[in-house]
C-alpha cells in the first residue's frame, strides 16, 4: 500500500480516473526462464480519455492490456480498475470487474457459427438478464449503429474485414461499458476500413462516455486520440497529451 503514497499529485487528483496504475511490475516463466516484460508501469487514464498506446512488437503492449481487462492476474505492484484494486484479487474478483469492458482484438473473434445479430446479442446475454426479444432489439439497433442494419442475419463468412470489424464493435459496446480495450483493431484491414472502424470507435464512445484505451501501429489514426503513449522495451517511455483534443478534463 505504500506504492499509493508515493503517487503523482496529479494522480491523486484524479477523482474520474477509470485505471490507475502503479509502480506494476510483469514477469513471465519460472527460475531460469523468469523474464521481466513489465517494468514500474505508472499510469493514470481518466474517464472519457482516448488514449492510444504504441510501441514495437514485444514491448509488452499486449501483456499490459490483458492485466488491464482482469484477463492475466497483476503480480506486484498496484492496479486499480474502477477504484476496485486487481492485485491480489480473486477470480471472482476479476470476472465480476470484466463486465465493465468491452473487448476488441486483432481478430475479430466472432464465432462463426452465428449470425451478426447472434454474436452482438450473445455478449448482452452475458451482462444482463434482459428477455431474448429485448436483447435482439438492443443488438439489432447497435449493429443499425455501425451501418450494418441491412447485415443482421449474414454470418461472418459472408461479411468483409471491415464489417467483421464492426460486428466486434457492436458486441464491444452493445452492453455499454466503462472501458474499452482495443489490441491493434484494424491490424487486419485497409487503410479505409481501419479509419472508419476507428472513427466509429471514437463516436459511439463519445456517445455513451466511454474510456478506450488502444494499442495500434496504425499511424494514420493517431489523431483520434487524447493521449498517446508509448511503450519500449516493457517501460513506458512517453505520454504526451495531444493538444487537438485536450477538452475537458485538464
Ligand atoms: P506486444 O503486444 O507489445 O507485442 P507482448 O505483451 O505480447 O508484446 O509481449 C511482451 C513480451 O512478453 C515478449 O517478449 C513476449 O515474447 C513475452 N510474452 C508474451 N506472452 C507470454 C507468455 N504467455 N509467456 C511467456 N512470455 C510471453
Ligand atoms: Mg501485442
Redesign the pocket.
Known sequence: MQTLDSLKPKQCTALNAVISIAELNHF??QGQLR?Q?LFNINLTINAGEIVIMT?P????????LSMIGGLRSPQSGSLKLLNQELCGASQKQLIQSRRNIGYIFQAHNLLNSLTALQNVQMSLQLHHHLSPEEEGTKAAEMLEAVGLGHRLHYYPDDLSGGQKQRVAIARALVSHPKIVLADEPTAALDSKSGRDVVNLMQKLAKEQGCTILM?THDNRILDIADRIVH?EDGHLTSDTRTTMHSNSYQ
Do not use: A, C, P
Not at 512488437?57 to 499490459?64: A, E, P, Q, R, V
Open positions: 513471465f516463466g523474464k516484460v510501441g512488437s514485444g514491448s509488452g503492449k499486449t501483456t499490459l494499442v511503450m
